[in-house]
């Protein structure tokens, strides 16, 4: 079965430092694989998917994951963090049923961020 | 602008007192889905409509329904909430599979308390 790990539950980063988040997968197929973001008591929001192609993805907020097969991996990373990147993060794995695609979440980043 | 819409954003309900969350959208997604999200937990699948097809969680609780009247209208039905019902519940959207719709659009959630 589809599973994803985020290892890290807690990040704290400094305005302006680099951020990497981590992310681990087990599927067997080609994963189609996500990230998403959700601030306090709010929906989800996409940041950016990988499907196929080339392995570095850009999103939106001037985040970028890289995909690396080899590794099972899709960290997402972001050059200067902002204090709005404060948030949840989430790692998803698309896997298809019964006509539609079910998500598989990590159990998430928590992400803060001091100014 | 397209979106997902939840009403309402936060429900409170009696222990055992049925209560009905509803999902809109105006993406024309074929597919629309039910997440339930537990405080400090990642979302978790309950079930999903494709078109009129309905699609539930093997381990998703007798006591959730779901009723999808047309494309844009979704709700969720908890017939006899238990207070570890209290959870955010997230709909989503997306496009079948087949067209490409791998990524789903989140709405805001509804906050459900259960006293």
């Known amino acids: 079965a589809q599973s994803v790990t985020q290892p890290d539950i807690h990040i704290t980063v400094s305005e302006g430092a680099s951020l990497e988040l981590r992310c681990n997968y087990s599927?067997?197929?080609?994963?189609?694989l996500f990230w998403y973001v959700q601030s306090p008591g709010q929906g989800l929001q996409l940041l950016l998917k990988?499907?196929?192609?080339?392995?570095l993805v850009q999103g939106i907020k001037g985040f970028e994951a890289e995909f690396k097969r080899s590794q099972s991996s899709f960290n997402l990373r972001k050059p200067s963090v902002h204090w709005s990147d404060a948030a949840e993060y989430f790692c998803?794995?698309?896997?298809?049923?019964?006509?539609?695609?079910?998500?598989?979440f990590g159990t998430g980043t928590q992400l803060k961020v001091e100014l | 602008d397209a979106m997902v819409i939840q009403n309402p954003r936060y429900q409170v309900t009696q222990f055992g007192k049925p209560v009905t969350l509803s999902c809109s959208q105006t993406?024309?997604?074929?597919?629309m889905y039910w997440y339930q999200q537990k405080s400090s937990q990642a979302p978790k699948l309950l079930f999903h409509?494709?078109?009129?097809?309905?699609?539930n969680e093997a381990d998703t609780p007798d006591n959730f329904q779901s009723r999808r009247p047309n494309t844009s209208f979704c709700f969720l039905d908890i017939r006899s909430p238990g207070l570890g019902d209290a959870a955010m519940y997230l709909c989503?959207?997306?496009?079948?599979?087949?067209?490409?719709?791998?990524?789903?659009?989140f709405g805001p959630g509804t906050r459900l308390t259960v006293t």
């Open positions: 989503a959207t997306s496009r079948a599979p087949g067209a490409g719709g791998y990524e789903q659009y």
């Open positions: 599927y067997g197929a080609t994963p189609y």
């Open positions: 990988y499907f196929s192609g080339d392995t």
């Open positions: 998803a794995v698309a896997t298809l049923t019964g006509g539609g695609n079910k998500l598989t």
């Open positions: 993406l024309n997604h074929n597919v």
């Open positions: 409509y494709y078109d009129k097809d309905f699609n």
